[in-house]
T-cell receptor, first 111, second 116 residues
Framework: GQQVMQIPQYQHVQEGEDFTTYCNSSTTLSNIQWYKQRPGGHPVFLIQLVKSGEVKKQKRLTFQFGEAKKNSSLHITATQTTDVGTYFCAGRLNYGQNFVFGPGTRLSVLP | KAGVTQTPRYLIKTRGQQVTLSCSPISGHRSVSWYQQTPGQGLQFLFEYFSETQRNKGNFPGRFSGRQFSNSRSEMNVSTLELGDSALYLC???????????????FGEGSRLTVL
């Protein structure tokens, strides 16, 4: 079945450093979404990528969708303590099918 | 606009019992998905309902079941509980357009189940 992997599993950074998490799918995806879950909270939608090679930015966050639509990345520039949480990617093979979530990358930011 | 509401928020059961969890989606949303979240397995998809029909199903045993009512509210049931069923059960609603483009998932706070 479809598998979605993420690396790294954990990342500890000093406040102000950059952070990147990578998402890889065993199959080509129709679209991919990213979510953030704060400690003790629930996942919150960040963005959806649909097109091959797509790049989207949200302030300090940059999202990319690979040319082959099998991988994606989330890059945070100059991390802040408010960035702490677990970042999940979720991929879908085709519209109408469910999203498969990656295991997540837990980010810790040291002040 | 009210968010996704899940009840109960916390519950404790013993092995062999059964449990029913409830989810009220955002008004106007017709798709409700259920996920099981555990520290070791991440977010595992259980099933999705759209307009009272199960549209997708994950790889869980038949002890896990669900349904959706005409007002889009959904329930999931777990029978014959096992220790490994202890988890946070998350419900997510989306517009779930008829064409299948479910778009953004809005998650509830979850129901934390502990099985003793």
């Amino acid at each position: 079945g479809q598998q979605v992997m993420q690396i790294p599993q954990y990342q500890h950074v000093q406040e102000g450093e950059d952070f990147t998490t990578y998402c890889n799918s065993s199959t080509t995806l129709s679209n991919i979404q990213w979510y953030k879950q704060r400690p003790g909270g629930h996942p919150v939608f960040l963005i959806q990528l649909v097109k091959s090679g797509e790049v989207k930015k949200q302030k300090r966050l940059t999202f990319q969708f690979g040319e082959a639509k099998k991988n994606s990345s989330l890059h945070i520039t100059a991390t802040q303590t408010t960035d702490v949480g677990t970042y999940f990617c979720a991929g879908r093979l085709n519209y109408g099918q469910n999203f498969v979530f990656g295991p997540g990358t837990r980010l810790s930011v040291l002040p | 606009k009210a968010g996704v509401t899940q009840t109960p928020r916390y519950l404790i059961k013993t092995r062999g019992q059964q449990v029913t969890l409830s989810c009220s989606p955002i008004s106007g949303h017709r798709s409700v998905s259920w996920y099981q979240q555990t520290p070791g397995q991440g977010l595992q998809f259980l099933f999705e309902y759209f307009s009272e029909t199960q549209r997708n199903k994950g790889n869980f045993p038949g002890r896990f079941s669900g349904r959706q009512f005409s007002n889009s509210r959904s329930e999931m049931n777990v029978s014959t509980l096992e220790l490994g069923d202890s988890a946070l059960y998350l419900c997510a609603s989306s517009s779930g357009l008829a064409g299948g483009n479910t778009g953004e998932l809005f998650f509830g706070e979850g129901s934390r189940l502990t099985v003793l």
